[in-house]
């Protein structure tokens, strides 16, 4: 037996009348009915509010990592909002340059970025490219002869440390495909290519040092190393990546941008680090605004084992719980303040039995067939991780504010499935 699900876990504008869900005043249900399900659905006001707080933590700039959730709608709303994109594939740089957003506004990461994506962002002029390997350097050197620019570049390092957990790790992370390993000497090595080479100008350094993480304390003591091996060098910029964690189930507590930008600084301040310190922050932005509405199409029970609740989506609109083994709390909109009294298990449509959305979920019992259920929380990684598994199409996406839903991303059609085939 579980009680309501703890309001906290739906976006800042949710509210619950009559039992019944809304989010920026527009009932959950109504708008299952009007735009079919799978849907995700995002408070507006939510992602300006979280892009506002993160531009307000970071004063030295901050850039949105558009793998989290990326569509016109979402680029132009962070750019608005006073953000930089983050792009780590061509693909995600043209969907921001498409949407209206400088180049000069998009960082460039990868740790594999081919010869057309670094002409194509050189090219259109991105803000800064974050070098991951000497095989970059040299495209970089032969772009630099084919066209005359200088990139802008931070170089990203792997400092050896991840803020994964609550515990400060501290082995075995030099063990990665991304940057230029510290205790190596590989960074140094990357430094000194940086200032050799006339295809780039050094601008700083970069490190991403773990993700979903909700100790402050990780953050201050990881940091704490970067900053030591940013100090040897004269850099205008220090970018410490992402990772602020999100609460996905009742259990969990998040820190808020502003401790998270605070202690950043403070840990950077006290290194003695002069340059301008950035973020790049994904899932704390988008994960909390968006939910997820499936309808439930078959329930079975097996007594004394389990209820299995079946909805019209699954692994193919969040791989999360399957590849990450990822906790969700779920609740049905039309009941929202209800107690939930059955334990279930939230599986989607897909042919396998690993198909899971939701392991341990709890819904009030009087669940049936044709009712609108909701995940919370799935905002990031999500639509953007979403597949054509077994030829589903991929959901839409609508924004919520002040009474009105607006379509930012319209439901594939069928005909889209067989749209890049070719038939002799
Ligand atoms: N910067 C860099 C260089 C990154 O690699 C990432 C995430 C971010 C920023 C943003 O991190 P965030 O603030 O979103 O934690 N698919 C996984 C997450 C992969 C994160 C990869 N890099 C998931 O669903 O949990």
Redesign the pocket.
């Known amino acids: 037996m579980a009680g309501p699900l703890p309001l906290r876990l739906l976006p800042d504008s949710a509210s619950v009348t009559d039992g019944r869900a809304s989010i920026g005043g527009v009932d959950l249900v109504d708008l299952a009915a009007e735009y079919g399900t799978p849907l995700f659905v995002y408070d507006e006001a939510q992602l300006r509010s979280r892009c506002r707080d993160a531009v307000a933590a970071f004063p030295g700039g901050v850039s949105y ?1 558009t ?2 959730f990326l569509c016109t709608a979402m680029a132009r709303l962070a750019h608005e909002e006073g953000m930089l994109l ?1 792009v780590a594939t061509e693909g995600e740089l043209f969907v921001a340059l498409n949407a209206g957003v400088p180049a000069d506004r998009c960082i460039f ?1 990868g740790n594999n970025k081919s010869m057309a994506e670094l002409r194509y962002a050189l090219a259109e002029g991105v803000r800064h490219i974050m070098v991951d390997s000497f095989d970059e350097f040299d495209r970089l050197d032969m772009l630099h002869t084919e066209l005359g620019l200088v990139a802008d570049v931070l170089i990203r390092i792997t400092p050896g440390v991840e803020a994964h957990t609550h515990e400060f790790i501290s082995t075995g992370q030099d063990d990665s495909k991304f940057g230029f390993t510290v205790s190596t000497g590989l960074a140094h090595q990357a430094i000194e290519r940086a200032h050799a080479s006339p295809a780039c100008r050094l601008v700083g350094i970069h490190a ?1 040092i773990g ?2 993480v909700f100790s402050i304390d990780a953050f201050e003591q990881a940091v704490a190393v970067i900053a030591d091996f940013a100090n040897q060098y004269e850099v205008e910029e220090l970018s410490v ?4 964690g999100v609460a996905y189930v009742a259990s969990e507590e998040a820190p808020t941008f502003a401790s998270w930008g605070a202690s950043v600084q403070k840990a950077c301040a006290d290194a003695g680090v002069t340059a301008l310190i950035t973020a ?5 932005i988008v994960a909390a605004a968006g939910v997820t509405l499936y309808e439930v199409g078959t329930i079975k029970t097996l007594e004394g084992i389990r209820t299995y609740v079946a909805v019209d989506g699954g692994m193919s609109d969040n791989p ?1 719980p399957v590849l ?1 083994g990822s906790g969700y709390e779920t609740f049905l909109p039309r009941a929202a303040d209800a107690p939930r009294e059955l334990e279930v298990r939230v599986v989607g449509k897909h042919c396998e039995s690993g198909d899971l959305l939701v392991r341990e979920g709890w819904v009030p019992d009087d669940i049936v067939i044709g009712d609108i259920l909701a995940t919370p929380v799935t905002g ?2 999500g639509h953007t ?1 979403a597949s054509n598994y077994n030829k589903v199409t991929r959901p839409a996406v609508v924004f919520v504010s002040d009474g009105e839903s607006r379509l930012v991303v319209r439901r594939e059609s069928l005909d889209d499935l067989v749209r890049n085939d070719i038939v002799d």
């Open positions: 990592a793998k989290a983050d990461h991403h993700s979903q990546g992402g990772g602020l790049e922050p994904g899932r704390s999360r990450y990031a990684y991780m």
